[in-house]
T-cell receptor
Framework: AQKITQTQPGMFVQEKEAVTLDCTYD???????LFWYKQPSSGEMIFLIY??????QNATEGRYSLNFQKARKSANLVISASQLGDSAMYFC???????????????FGTGTRLLVSP | NAGVTQTPKFRVLKTGQSMTLLCAQD?????MYWYRQDPGMGLRLIHY???????AKGEVPDGYNVSRLKKQNFLLGLESAAPSQTSVYFC??????????????FGPGTRLLVL
């Protein structure tokens, strides 16, 4: 089963508008972390935001916020006031917290390509 | 402070040739990782290392070998390249802390084309 599902291959948004990128996850581990990365056309992977499963509040980092709905197992990224420079691929990723393995793998979704138009 | 660097940035190989991708980090991170990124598949873990002298298999290790002789370097080797190994390869590193919040920092990637 897919651990991380990003159902939107592509999204369009106009400059200055807000956009939500969807991410659902599958885990039975009570301890896990959720990450969003941005990959611009230049190719590098840029860390944007993190949400822990025990965090009481939704994570925010500047114009990025994470809409964390634990019961629905969703961790959607919200970008407010979109800018042209936000055009990129966005990846959702999860790390489960099982201490038994001693190593916690980061699992990525397939990504959503966001295009911001003027 | 360069972060994570990768060499080379781009390479073309013929089937059967060998090559080594070099990853270096200057953040004193214990953990290092090699991923491959293919269209429509996100990033998949090839191998990883939890410290100098250690390596372990990830999700898609076949056809690759790795070595971590120095803490700051993590090498990915292809002994006999195949067209299926055409991909973008990313190296990443992180601190040792066994925490779900531990962030991985990525290098700029290496584009490999195997003809």
């Amino acid at each position: 089963a897919q651990k991380i599902t990003q159902t939107q291959p592509g999204m369009f948004v106009q400059e200055k508008e807000a956009v939500t990128l969807d991410c659902t996850y599958d885990t039975s581990d009570p301890s896990y972390g959720l990450f969003w990365y941005k990959q611009p056309s230049s190719g590098e992977m840029i860390f944007l935001i993190y949400q822990g499963s025990y965090d009481q509040q939704n994570a925010t980092e500047g114009r990025y916020s994470l809409n964390f709905q634990k019961a629905r197992k969703s961790a959607n990224l919200v970008i407010s006031a979109s800018q042209l420079g936000d055009s990129a691929m966005y990846f959702c990723a999860m790390r489960e917290g099982s201490m038994n393995t001693g190593f916690q793998k980061l699992v990525f979704g397939t990504g959503t390509r966001l295009l911001v138009s003027p | 402070n360069a972060g994570v660097t990768q060499t080379p940035k781009f390479r073309v190989l013929k089937t059967g040739q060998s090559m080594t991708l070099l990853c270096a980090q200057d953040m004193n991170h214990e953990y290092m990782y090699w991923y491959r990124q293919d269209p429509g598949m996100g990033l998949r873990l090839i191998h990883y290392s939890v410290g100098e002298g250690t390596t372990a298999k990830g999700e898609v290790p076949d056809g690759y070998n790795v070595s971590r002789l120095k803490k700051q370097n993590f090498l990915l080797g292809l002994e006999s390249a195949a067209p299926s190994q055409t991909s973008v390869y990313f190296c990443a590193s992180s601190y040792e802390r066994r925490s779900v919040s531990e962030t991985q920092y990525f290098g700029p990637g290496t584009r490999l084309l195997v003809l």
